[in-house]
């Protein structure tokens, strides 16, 4: 997409897009700081009627509207290899589910989040890998449940 950003014109109104901030900067162009990618964020959202899921430290979901959800699970060693992809994976069972992109989009990534925190406590965040968060997800699941 960021090499044929004509492409960006042809994504269905809804879709979820999920860039990590370098993906990101490729799509949206360079930025400074995190308050530039919010505010780009915000203008990719609202230009594509998409959801923009901001991967990062704190992860921004961000909907075409102009709203801005900053997600309060998660941690540092979630940046390895594989992560996003589960991330996708939750946030399209959701979908499959019915629920709408923006609950989806926040659920799943609320949820990757706890799972993600969940892994660190059992493994350390150092060597924290993809299918150590996929693992707690059942727990990730069921604790957000029983709340």
Known sequence: MAEN????????????????????????????????????????????????????????????????????????????AGSGDVLTGVILSLLAQGYTSEDAARLGVFVHGMAGDMAAEQQGMIALTAGDIVSCLPAAWKALTEK
């Open 5 to 80: 950003r004509y492409i960006l014109s042809s994504i269905p109104k809804g879709s979820i897009l999920t860039p990590h901030p370098g993906e990101f900067d490729r799509l949206a162009g360079k930025c400074q700081d995190g308050y530039e990618r919010l505010v780009k964020a915000c203008e990719l959202a609202q230009n594509t009627r998409c959801y923009i899921v901001l991967k990062g430290a704190y992860t921004v979901v961000v909907t075409p509207q102009g709203k801005s959800y900053f997600n309060s699970t998660g941690n540092p060693g979630m940046a390895t």
